[in-house]
Structures are given as C-alpha cells and as structure tokens.
C-alpha cells in the first residue's frame, strides 16, 4: 500500500514534466538567501581568499541544485535520486562548507558518531516515512547530515598537518566510506522493496520498486562509498609519510 501523503518536494513529477518541477518554496528561497548573505559577510569579515569564497560559492550552488532545482522533486519520485540528493549533501556541501567556513576546534569523532546515526536513521523504513510524512522532519533529517557533515569535514580538512590527527581523520573516513557501502550494499541485496512511497515514482519513470532501491544501492555503493575510501587512503598515505619523516 502506498502513502497518499504529499511529501515536501511535492508531488510525482511526470518524466516530462520534471525539467519543469523546481521547487519555489517562498519560506526555503528566503532562507537560503538568507544563509548565502550570512556566509558572505562571514568571509568578508575574515577576509577570506578566492579558495574559501569559491568553495562557498560551490556550497551555494549545490544546495540550489539540492533543494530547489528538480532533483528535489525527482526524490520524490525515485530512492535512487534520494541516494544521490544525500552524496549532494555530504559529499559536496557539506566538504565545501568547511574549507569556507570551517569550524575551529571541531569535534570529529562526536561529528562522526552524529553523522553515522543520520545516515542510518535516513534508511530505516520508518523513519523514512516519518520523514515523507511530515515537513518538520524531513528538514530535521537534512540538518542532521548537513551540520555534522560539516562539523566533520572541517576537522578532517584540518588534520592535514598533524600526522596523528591525519590518521584519525583517514579511519574516520575509512568508516564512513565502509557505512556507505553496507548501506548500499543492504539496498541493493534486500530481498524485497523497502520503501513502498516510492511505488508510482518507480512505475511513472518506468522501474520496478526494487530496480529504483537496487539502483540507489550502486549510487551508495560506487559514487558515495569509492570517493570516500580514496579521500582516507591518501589521508592514510600523508599521515604515513609524515610521521616517519618526523
């Protein structure tokens, strides 16, 4: 049985029509306004460099594409674009938001304990539903990747001189690329469709219920964990040659 409740991005958008589905929620444009003046007075304040302004600029731009450009109502209809909205989230804005505006003295191992739960609560069927459900926590569930996202990328990124500190940082990443990849893993292995909300999406753009999760399991797997598992090898590989040439 499917749920009838319409969910923040809106309704199913028709194949046809989703180059059309933007999102232009008065109440989000504001906020993300609101968020992009703020994150440039920051850095005038500090007078940051090309690199921070660029990458906030890349942070901007990403959160565009993640919530009010039409992947957000492709979430609706597809797991698979859900899977992909979140790489959007951790592995683009949340990194680019600390090289702009990183938090100093950040708490990586608690930022990693908060990210690894959201990242699991985001699949558990029925907090998925909550989240489809309701507004209040689907934006709940956002800031809960975002914000420890980007609390841990600022002490990862921070770590680079630090031999020890890059070896904490690579296990760190190390987990989090090997969650992704369980994740992915148990989506695209499942012996049946988890997320029943997304039966007409799946159909409208032609897949089955489990194509569309077997399809988000590859995106976790390949795209979300590889890139990771690299960013922690070369960590690794840093901290290695730092600390014996110490």
């Known amino acids: ?10 309704p199913v958008p028709l194949p046809e029509k989703l180059l059309g589905s933007w999102n232009l929620d008065p109440a989000l444009l504001a906020l993300l306004a609101a968020a992009m003046l ?6 005038r304040r500090v007078r940051a460099g090309r690199r921070r302004e660029g990458a906030f600029g890349v942070a901007a731009l990403a ?9 957000c109502a492709l979430t609706v209809a597809l797991f698979a674009a859900r899977s992909l909205h979140h790489l959007v989230l951790l592995g683009v804005i949340a990194p680019a938001l600390a090289v702009a505006l990183p938090w100093r003295g950040a708490p990586g191992a608690a930022a990693f304990v908060a990210l690894s739960a959201a990242l699991w609560g985001w699949h558990v069927p029925a907090v998925y539903a909550a989240a489809w459900d309701s507004t209040a926590i689907y934006w709940a569930m956002q800031a809960a990747l975002i914000l420890p996202g980007w609390v841990f990328w600022s002490a990862v990124l921070a770590a680079r001189r630090d031999a020890m500190a890059m070896f904490a940082s690579a296990t760190m990443v190390a987990g989090l690329a090997g969650q992704m ?15 029943p909300e997304h ?7 032609g897949l089955s219920m489990m194509a569309d999760q077997q399809l988000a399991g590859l995106i976790m797997w390949v795209p ?3 890139p990771l598992a690299l960013i922690g090898a070369l960590l690794l590989r840093r901290g290695w040659r730092d600390g014996l040439a110490a």
């Open 199 to 205: 039966l007409v999406g799946a159909e409208a753009f």
């Open 224 to 226: 979300g964990m590889l």
């Open 181 to 195: 990849g369980l994740i992915g893993a148990i989506l695209t292995f499942a012996p049946r469709a988890l997320y």
């Open 1 to 10: 049985m499917t749920n009838a409740t319409t969910p923040y991005c809106g």
């Open 38 to 43: 703020a994150g440039a007075v920051a850095l």
């Open 63 to 71: 959160a565009l594409i993640a919530f009010v450009a039409p992947l």
